[in-house]
């Protein structure tokens, strides 16, 4: 079993709809859960970050984590077309090395169209 | 502000060769990471320097990668002898500080094809 699982896609939605990407984990020490956008030919890019359970909205987007469930969401409200690009979830322990390293999901290509 | 930036944007090479990635970090930046994705597969952790120091390698594949971050600023990915199962995408991702909360800055990535 992968430590985090994502529906690699593609999911494609007329513009305004709400969309919901979803990761699913199991290594429950993970304590840092992130979303990245990445847009083809360009590297992830953070889009919002959280460390506990609950919900985190920042303008459009909402980030909600559940850890008794190990199932994190992006919800990405009144979508554009400029939000179709790879959506990428990672989370992250301490590792071996001392270090925060993310564990990504292997991303959801979205298409917004017009 | 300059971003993350890497050099070459691609690379071609034969089964055997050796190839040199490069990777300048946001300046200031004392914290460099090394990432790849290999075709249809997550993002991988190879590894951290804290300015010249690596920190963290414990996600490097075997003893045919190389990375140097001499004078802790620009760093160096070197793949000798490189084969098939080596192509993909390689990023750098910098940082200020390191720890739990803090935002990694990626590169735009160098695709790599091992023929």
């Known amino acids: 079993q992968k430590e985090v699982e994502q529906d690699p896609g593609p999911l494609s939605v007329p513009e305004g709809a709400i969309v919901s990407l979803n990761c699913t984990y199991s290594n429950s020490a993970f304590q840092y859960f992130m979303w990245y956008r990445q847009y083809s030919r360009k590297g992830p890019e953070l889009l919002m970050y959280t460390y506990s359970s609950g919900n985190k909205e920042d303008g459009r987007f909402t980030a909600q984590v559940d850890k008794s469930s190990k199932y994190i969401s992006l919800f990405i409200r009144d979508s554009q077309p400029s939000d179709s690009a790879t959506y990428l979830c990672?989370?992250?322990?301490?590792?071996?090395?001392?270090?925060?390293?993310?564990?990504f999901g292997r991303g959801t290509s979205l298409i917004v169209h017009p | 502000e300059a971003g993350v930036t890497q050099f070459p944007s691609h690379s071609v090479i034969e089964k055997g060769q050796t190839v040199t990635l490069r990777c300048d970090p946001i300046?200031?930046?004392?914290?460099l990471y090394w990432y790849r994705r290999v075709m249809g597969k997550e993002i991988k952790f190879l590894l951290h320097?804290?300015?010249?120091?690596?920190q963290d390698e414990s996600g490097m594949p075997n003893n045919r990668f190389l990375a140097e971050r001499t004078g802790g600023t620009y760093s160096t990915l070197k793949v000798q002898p490189a084969e098939l199962e080596d192509s993909g995408v390689y990023f750098c991702?910098?940082?200020?500080?390191w720890g739990v909360g803090e935002t990694q800055y990626f590169g735009p990535g160098t695709r790599l094809l091992v023929l």
């Open positions: 991702a910098s940082s200020q500080d």
């Open positions: 300046s200031g930046h004392d914290n």
């Open positions: 320097f804290v300015k010249e120091s690596k």
């Open positions: 990672a989370m992250s322990a301490l590792g071996a090395g001392g270090s925060y390293i993310p564990t």
